[in-house]
C-alpha cells in the first residue's frame, strides 16, 4: 500500500487492503482540514476627514501631484540629482533590503500551509554471525523512502501567521515608499538651499563691492576736505560688517553641498553647484484636492494600516496557539536486499500516522503572548489614528505656508525695489551735497538687508512647495504599484 498527501492537506491512497482505516483517516482529515479562525475579524478603523482644507489652494492647478512632482521646477541639475539619489541612496537601498527581508519572510510564513515533502535513502552492506553458530552472514540493505507530513490547521494559527507576514511585507512597501519620497523631497530642499546661500552669497558679495566703492569715494573727500574722518570711518565699518558676513555663508553653503551629496550616495568633493539661481527655478501649482482622497494617497497611512492587520492576525494566532495542534505523516517506498528487484510490489513499505498535541502548562508565556499582541494592536490603532490626522495637519501646515510665503516673496521684492530706488537717490544726492553720509549708509545697509531677506524668502516659498508635495504624497497612490 502506498499513501501520501494532497496539497490541500488531505490523504490519498492506492490500491491495497486496509480500506477502512484509512478512509476513517481520510474523513478525520477533510473534517479536520475546515478550518476555524478564533481571532477577531478585521475592521477598518473609522477617522472622519473634513469636509474641505482651511485653506484653499491654487484652483487652476492639476488636482494631485504627478509622480515627478520635482520635473515642475524646470531644473535640469535638480533632475539628474533626484535620479542618481534613487539609484544610489543609501536609506532607499536599505529600505530595499527590508522590503526584501519581509517578503521572505512571508514566504516563510507560507510553508506550514502547505505539505512538507522530503526523500531519503539509505543502502546498507552488514556482516553479522549467525545465532547459535560460528559462521556469518553477510547481507544488503536497500531503501529509498518518501515521506510527507502536514499539520492541519484547524484553528487558522497558520493562515493567521500568514496573513500578518503579508501584511508586515505590504507595510514594508509602503515604508519604503515613505523613504523615497521624503530622501526625494530632501533632495530639492537642500539642493534649493545651496542655491539661496550661493545667492546671498553673491549679494553679500556685490554689496562689499559698493561698499567699498563708496569708502574709495569718502577717502579722496577726506583728502579734499569735504568729508571728515568720521564719514569714512562710518563707512570703513560697512565694508567691515558686509565683509564679516561673507565667511559665515561660505561655511553653510558648503555644508549644504556635503549634505547633498549624502543624500545622492555620493562623497563630498564630487558636488559642486556652480550654475544656476533661485530666480531660475519655476514655482509650480499644486492642488490639495479633497481631504477625504489623501488616505489613499499617503503611504505612511497606509503602513500604519497594513500594520494593524497584521497585529489583528496576530491576535488569531496567539489565541489558536492555546488549542491543540493536529499533525498527519505519511511515509511511502520500497525496502529490498537486492537492487534487482527494489522496485517491485512485493517491495513496497508504508506507514501513516496523526499526533495530536495540547499545550497545558507553559509558565503563562501563551497567555502572555495572547495578551501582549491584544495590546500592541490598540497600540497601532492609537499610531493609526496619529498618523491619519497628522497627514491632515501636514497638508494644512503646507498649504497655509505656502500660501503665505508668496505672498512674503511679493512683498519682499516690493521692498527690495524701493531700496534699490532710495539707494540709487541716495548715492545721486549724496554727491550733490544735499544730503550727509549718514543718510547714505542707513540706505546702503537697508539696500543689503532687503535683499538678502528676498533670497531667503525665495528658499522658505520654494521649501514650502516641496513640503506639499510631500504631505500630499508625493504623486503616490495605493492603486498603483509599490
Not at 48 to 64: G, I, K, L, Y
Not at 303 to 321: H, K
Not at 322 to 338: C, D, K, R, V
Amino acid at each position: 500500500m502506498r499513501a501520501w498527501l494532497s496539497p490541500g492537506g488531505r490523504i490519498c491512497r492506492g490500491r491495497s487492503a486496509g480500506r477502512r482505516p484509512l478512509a476513517g483517516l481520510l474523513c478525520c482529515g477533510a473534517l479536520l482540514a475546515s478550518a476555524c479562525s478564533l481571532g477577531p475579524r478585521y475592521h477598518k478603523p473609522d477617522v472622519p476627514a473634513p469636509d474641505h482644507w482651511v485653506t484653499a489652494s491654487d484652483p487652476a492647478a492639476p488636482e494631485w501631484p504627478s509622480a515627478d512632482w520635482w520635473r515642475g521646477f524646470h531644473s535640469a541639475e535638480l533632475d539628474a540629482l533626484i535620479a542618481q539619489a534613487q539609484s544610489a541612496n543609501d536609506d532607499l537601498k536599505a529600505a530595499i533590503a527590508r522590503v526584501e527581508q519581509a517578503d521572505a519572510q512571508r514566504r516563510i510564513a507560507l510553508a506550514p500551509l502547505v505539505p512538507s515533502l522530503s526523500a531519503s535513502a539509505t543502502a546498507t552492506r552488514a556482516r553479522a554471525p549467525v545465532l547459535g553458530s560460528t559462521s556469518y552472514v553477510t547481507g544488503n540493505d536497500f531503501n529509498p523512502l518518501l515521506s510527507a507530513s502536514y499539520e492541519l490547521d484547524f484553528w487558522g494559527k497558520n493562515r493567521a501567521a500568514y496573513v500578518a507576514a503579508a501584511a508586515t511585507e505590504r507595510a514594508s512597501r509602503y515604508d519604503r515608499t515613505t523613504v523615497e519620497l521624503s530622501v526625494l523631497a530632501g533632495v530639492a530642499t537642500t539642493y534649493f538651499q545651496v542655491l539661496e546661500l550661493r545667492d546671498r552669497l553673491a549679494v553679500a558679495e556685490k554689496n562689499l563691492g559698493n561698499a567699498q566703492e563708496v569708502l574709495r569715494g569718502l577717502t579722496l573727500e577726506q583728502r579734499a576736505g569735504v568729508s571728515t574722518a568720521l564719514d569714512v570711518a562710518q563707512q570703513q565699518t560697512v565694508v567691515d560688517t558686509v565683509n564679516a558676513s561673507i565667511p559665515p555663508l561660505k561655511q553653510q553653503l558648503r555644508q549644504s553641498e556635503d549634505a547633498l551629496a549624502i543624500l545622492i550616495g555620493s562623497t563630498p568633493e564630487t558636488i559642486d553647484v556652480t550654475r544656476g539661481t533661485l530666480d531660475e527655478l519655476g514655482q509650480p501649482a499644486v492642488r490639495s484636492g479633497l481631504p477625504s482622497e489623501l488616505l489613499a494617497r499617503r503611504p505612511d497611512v497606509a503602513s500604519a494600516e497594513a500594520q494593524l492587520i497584521a497585529a489583528n492576525a496576530n491576535i488569531a494566532a496567539a489565541r489558536a496557539a492555546l488549542f491543540p495542534s493536529i499533525s498527519l505523516t505519511a511515509g511511502g517506498g520500497f525496502e529490498s536486499p537486492a537492487l534487482a528487484n527494489l522496485l517491485t510490489p512485493a517491495n513496497r513499505v508504508w506507514s501513516l500516522a496523526g499526533s495530536l498535541t495540547q499545550p497545558i502548562f507553559q509558565g503563562g508565556a501563551l497567555v502572555g503572548e495572547y495578551r501582549y499582541t491584544q495590546a500592541r494592536y490598540r497600540e497601532l490603532l492609537a499610531d493609526y489614528h496619529k498618523a491619519v490626522i497628522s497627514a491632515l495637519a501636514n497638508v494644512e501646515d503646507a498649504l497655509i505656508a505656502v500660501q503665505q510665503t508668496s505672498d512674503q516673496v511679493a512683498r519682499q521684492q516690493e521692498a527690495t525695489e524701493q531700496a534699490r530706488r532710495a539707494y540709487r537717490f541716495a548715492q545721486m544726492q549724496m554727491h550733490a551735497g544735499t544730503i550727509n553720509v549718514l543718510t547714505l549708509l542707513n540706505t546702503e545697509t537697508s539696500l543689503f538687508t532687503a535683499e538678502d531677506q528676498l533670497a531667503q524668502a525665495k528658499y522658505t516659498h520654494l521649501n514650502a512647495l516641496v513640503s506639499l508635495y510631500q504631505a500630499l504624497g508625493g504623486g503616490w497612490q495605493e492603486s498603483a504599484p509599490v
